[in-house]
């Protein structure tokens, strides 16, 4: 049977030396199917709430206010009509192919926090409302500067304010969205590394520990203080993002994705499944189906 996943990947307005592309348009409905870009992309939509968001293996319905950073070449996004009713829908979207690195000009000490961020938002980043709201006015009148240079400096202020905000979000998992494993603690990095590459095998506590060069009760409260999860619950989502990557991207059977990630069990698999992503394996490989198209 051929394989029929395909996303579109979109060719972008910018051109040779321009800097940023802002389209802020009013909408009665999102048509435009799954896809992904080279260059990175601020979006933000306003009364909208009922529409369905997918970022890589991420997929959560929106309220009226939704911002979301994507940096990533490869991550697959898209925003769905879903149960949206509203017929006057804003959604501004701005482009952009300036990077933020060492090597350059944003190597400078004022734009750690945005080098940060852009980092985390190669798993997609989704903001809260206040943050949302501290820069509404900014991202309001951006389509109206007419000078280029204010533009983009009123766009660096946008990045900047959101880079300083509190309760930002990444929404794909790491090893879905293809991340190298990033963290400041050698141990709990030289941890994550021995996940990373032993996911598909069972991952033993004592193991672990022992790499941390800690006992197992103490490694346990270590690594929750250091990530936010308990292991389990790491590995199991490592392993959900790897499972939901091969529904993507390959046509072996779901019994198969389940026992190569690391579950012995398919209807272990299927329940951990639903429960973290919030439909079946199945319906998650359709729904990727049916919202790609080929151009």
């Known amino acids: 049977m051929a394989d029929d996943r395909r996303v579109i990947h979109e060719i972008t307005p910018l051109m040779g030396k321009d800097v940023l ?9 999102f048509t435009y199917p799954i896809h992904n870009h080279e260059v990175y992309e601020l979006n933000f939509v306003e009364h909208a709430s009922g529409v369905r968001r997918i970022v890589g293996d991420s997929s ?8 979301v950073l994507i940096t990533s070449p ?5 925003w769905e009509q879903h149960e949206c009713r509203n017929e006057d829908i804003r959604e501004i979207t701005v482009q952009f192919d300036f990077h933020m ?31 949302i709201m501290k820069v509404y006015g900014l991202l309001d009148t951006l389509s109206s500067i007419k000078d280029g240079f204010y533009a983009v400096q009123q766009f660096l202020t946008i990045l900047y304010e959101l880079s300083r905000c509190d309760g930002a979000r990444t929404l794909a998992t790491s090893s879905y969205a293809k991340i190298a494993v990033e963290d400041d603690s ?44 308990n292991l389990t619950d790491y590995i199991i989502d490592m ?14 059977s779901i019994s198969e994705i389940s026992f190569s990630c690391g579950f012995n069990n398919l209807s272990n698999f299927n329940r951990i499944f639903k429960r973290k992503k919030g439909c079946s394996p199945t319906e998650f490989r359709e729904n990727y189906h049916k919202t790609r198209i080929i151009v």
């Open 21 to 29: 592309y802002i389209a802020d348009r009013r909408k009665k409905e």
């Open 101 to 131: 690195n060492e090597d350059n000009f944003f190597g400078r000490n004022p734009f750690i926090s945005m080098r940060k961020m852009m980092s985390e938002a190669r798993k997609g980043l989704c903001f809260p409302l206040p943050a």
């Open 239 to 252: 392993r959900l993002g790897y499972a939901a990557r091969m529904l993507v991207d390959t046509s072996r």
């Open 74 to 78: 490869d991550l697959e996004h898209v």
């Open 60 to 67: 959560e319905v929106i309220g009226d206010y939704d911002l």
């Open 186 to 229: 050698r141990r709990i990095l030289k941890v994550k590394n021995y996940i990373s590459k032993n996911y598909m095998d069972e991952v033993r506590l004592a193991t672990l520990a022992d790499i941390a060069g800690m006992s197992p009760s103490a490694f346990s409260r270590f690594f929750k203080l250091h990530t936010g999860r």
